[in-house]
C-alpha cells in the first residue's frame, strides 16, 4: 500500500472544522467516503489507497465528534440531520457538486438521508452494511429520553474512558469485535486513539457518542428518503445483516439496487477484507460511470 499522495487536513464548514482524508484523482470521477459509528477515515486507510491507485479522486471526511473533527459545540449533541448539513457544507468546501458515494454502517444512514433530500448530488450510492437499525416504536421515546438525559450527566461529569496500554485498547475494541483478527485489531486500535498528557490512552471520539439518543428510529422517515434515491445503488453485505429479516426487507426498496456479499467478511469490512472490497467497489463505480 502506497500511502504518500494522501492529503490529510482540516477544512471549516458548517460552523466547525472538519478532518478530511482526500487521494488526489479525476475531479469527474470523485467518491465520498462515510465511515460509520465510533469509527474514523484512517481505518479505511486501505481503502482510500486502494480506490485512489485505480484513478478515483477520494474525499473521506470525519463526522463531528469522531476521529480529529470538532466536535459539537457545548451543551449540543449529536443528531443526524448535523451529520447531513455538515456532509453538503464539507462538498461545498471541496467543491464537489456531484459525487459517487461509498457509505459504512451509520454513514450509510447519512448518505441515504443524503442521497433522498438531494438526488442530483448522488452519481451512484455504495452501502457497506448501511441501510439504517431496526424500527424503535413510539413507546420506547419517554425512557429514551430520560436515559439520553442521565447517559449524557454521566458523562460530562466522567470524562473520556481512560486506558492504560494499547493493549487495554484492543481489549475493549475486540469486546465489540470478536471475529476481527488480532493483528488486524491492533492496527486499528492505534489509529482510533490518542494518548493523553499522562500517558493514558483515549478514543478519538467525544464520549457523548456513546449515550444513548434523545429520539427513535423512525423507519417511515427513513424509507421516505429512500423512495427519493434516483441513482444506482449496490448494497454491499459482510455477513452480519442475515438474520435482520427486517433490514433484509428494507434492503430490497433501495431502487436500481444490486447486491454483492463478501461472505465471512463481518461487519467492519474494510478492515477485514479492503481489497475485495475495493474490487466490488471499483466495478460497480465504473460500471456507472460507463454508462
Not at 99 to 123: C, D, E, Q, W
Not at 233 to 239: E, F, M, S
Request: net charge negative; aromatic share 8%; proline share 5%.
Amino acid at each position: 500500500m502506497n500511502a504518500s499522495l494522501l492529503r490529510d487536513h482540516h477544512i471549516a464548514a458548517n460552523g466547525i472544522t472538519h478532518h478530511v482524508i482526500e487521494h488526489p484523482g479525476d475531479a469527474s470521477r470523485t467518491v465520498l467516503l462515510l465511515h460509520g459509528y465510533s469509527d474514523l477515515a484512517r481505518t479505511f486507510t486501505r481503502v482510500i489507497v486502494g480506490l485512489g491507485e485505480r484513478g478515483w479522486r477520494v474525499g473521506a471526511p470525519e463526522f463531528r465528534g469522531q476521529g480529529d473533527t470538532d466536535r459539537a459545540p457545548q451543551g449540543s449533541y449529536y443528531h443526524f440531520p448535523d451529520y447531513v448539513a455538515d456532509v453538503v457544507a464539507v462538498c461545498n468546501a471541496l467543491a464537489i457538486e456531484r459525487s459517487h458515494v461509498v457509505a459504512h454502517s451509520m454513514g450509510g444512514s447519512v448518505a441515504t438521508y443524503l442521497a433522498g433530500a438531494f438526488p442530483s448530488r448522488v452519481r451512484s450510492l455504495a452501502l457497506l452494511e448501511g441501510v439504517g437499525p431496526p424500527a424503535m416504536p413510539a413507546e420506547v421515546v419517554p425512557d429514551r429520553m430520560a436515559g439520553w438525559i442521565e447517559g449524557v450527566q454521566r458523562v460530562r461529569s466522567r470524562g473520556a474512558r481512560r486506558m492504560a496500554s494499547l493493549d487495554d485498547v484492543i481489549a475493549r475494541m475486540k469486546l465489540a469485535n470478536p471475529s476481527v483478527e488480532a493483528e488486524t485489531l491492533r492496527e486499528v486500535a492505534a489509529m482510533s486513539v490518542r494518548a493523553t498528557e499522562d500517558g493514558a490512552w483515549v478514543f478519538r471520539f467525544d464520549p457523548l457518542h456513546q449515550t444513548i439518543s434523545p429520539g427513535r428510529f423512525d423507519a417511515e422517515a427513513f424509507e421516505a428518503f429512500i423512495a427519493r434515491i434516483v441513482c444506482p445503488v449496490l448494497l454491499i453485505d459482510g455477513g452480519e445483516v442475515a438474520g435482520f429479516e427486517e433490514l433484509m426487507q428494507r434492503a430490497e426498496r433501495y431502487p436500481n439496487a444490486r447486491k454483492v456479499t463478501l461472505a465471512g467478511a463481518g461487519h467492519m469490512m474494510h478492515w477485514t477484507r479492503p481489497a475485495e472490497l475495493v474490487d466490488a467497489v471499483d466495478a460497480f463505480l465504473r460500471e456507472t460511470t460507463e454508462g
